[in-house]
């Protein structure tokens, strides 16, 4: 197995700033990927579900990977998506990505074509078998119609490409077993998706998380990350209750199942760091909306500011 060592900690799935006609927003990508590196992030993590995607085009996917590469420039590692139902189409992602100097990258399963767990790692292994980089297998069961069962994930972690999991299934029961299956094989990694259960899953013995707030305060995200390492129990506990606030706050919009997405891309563009413009299917608010959530950003921004500079 290529060395896993380099993969921990906090990476930020980057959103995809985008331009009106869905071009990649060049400018706005530079910036951001400052702003996370300055903020202390482990890693950077492109084209996820919070990066769109499956709603954006091959030529602003292509264009983002070199882009994110070039500005990063190896300072940290780059983990590149490559998930899609085409396998052509996800190796030439991966080609991409190799010659930019990405470090990895990650793979949802297919999710159109209806499969069952014997198909699905007969697809996981031809992928790792034919990428040129370490794989990172991505569970996404309430996108993808599957699950990656435990025992599947135990088959391909064999393969000596195959690195780890990031797990954004939101079930705790499920990353307890995948924490207790390959505790004794910790060069395989284990990383959480959701947020709001950042801290429980870094007790179970996760290696890190791949958290969406950590577009706007990577701080808040790292210095959690940090109270772990340390044992700081209570610095922990208030981190992450901010890092619920947050979620409440700016996440929860009950008139959307798009509301996560909608509600990051607003914030960001508040603090300029986008122009908070998304691929169809899915659209910006409305500017009402955005005057209400922001009255919520405010909110949290502060508190983020209080918690992250104490008196």
Request: charged share 20%; with cysteine.
């Amino acid at each position: 197995m290529k060395s896993s060592a380099s993969y921990f900690g906090i990476i930020p799935p980057l959103i995809t700033p985008l331009n009106p006609d869905w071009s990649l927003d060049g400018i706005h990508t530079e910036k951001l990927i400052e702003h996370l590196v300055q903020g202390g992030v482990h890693g950077i993590f492109i084209l996820g579900t919070t990066g769109e995607f499956a709603s954006i085009s091959q030529d602003v996917k292509s264009d983002l990977i070199r882009l994110t590469c070039k500005k990063v420039n190896r300072r940290i590692p780059v983990l590149v998506g490559i998930t899609g139902c085409s396998m052509v189409e996800s190796l030439d992602l991966a080609s991409i990505a190799k010659d930019s100097g990405a470090a990895a990258l990650v793979a949802a399963p297919p999710f159109y074509m209806n499969i069952g767990q014997e198909e699905l790692q007969a697809y996981y292994l031809q992928l790792a078998d034919s990428v040129n980089l370490p794989l990172m297998l991505y569970n996404m069961p309430s996108h993808t119609k599957i699950s990656i069962a435990i025992e599947t994930v135990e088959v391909l972690a064999s393969h000596p490409n195959i690195i780890g999991i990031k797990d954004s299934s939101g079930d705790l029961g499920n990353f307890q077993e995948l924490c207790k299956k390959f505790e004794d094989m910790p060069e395989f990694r284990i990383f959480v998706g959701p947020e709001e259960i950042l801290a429980s899953t870094l007790k179970m013995g996760g290696h890190g998380g791949v958290t969406g707030g950590a577009n706007l305060f990577p701080k808040l995200y790292v210095q959690a990350f940090e109270a772990f390492q340390q044992g700081d129990e209570s610095r922990l506990g208030q981190l992450q209750e901010t890092i619920l606030f947050l979620s409440e706050k700016l996440y929860q919009n009950a008139s959307y199942k798009s509301s996560y997405l909608k509600g990051l891309k607003a914030a960001m563009s508040f603090e300029g760091l986008c122009k908070g413009i998304l691929a169809p299917p899915l659209t910006a608010y409305s500017e009402e909306e955005k005057a209400l959530l922001k009255e919520n950003f405010l909110e949290v921004k502060n508190r983020v500011s209080r918690v992250l500079n104490p008196s």
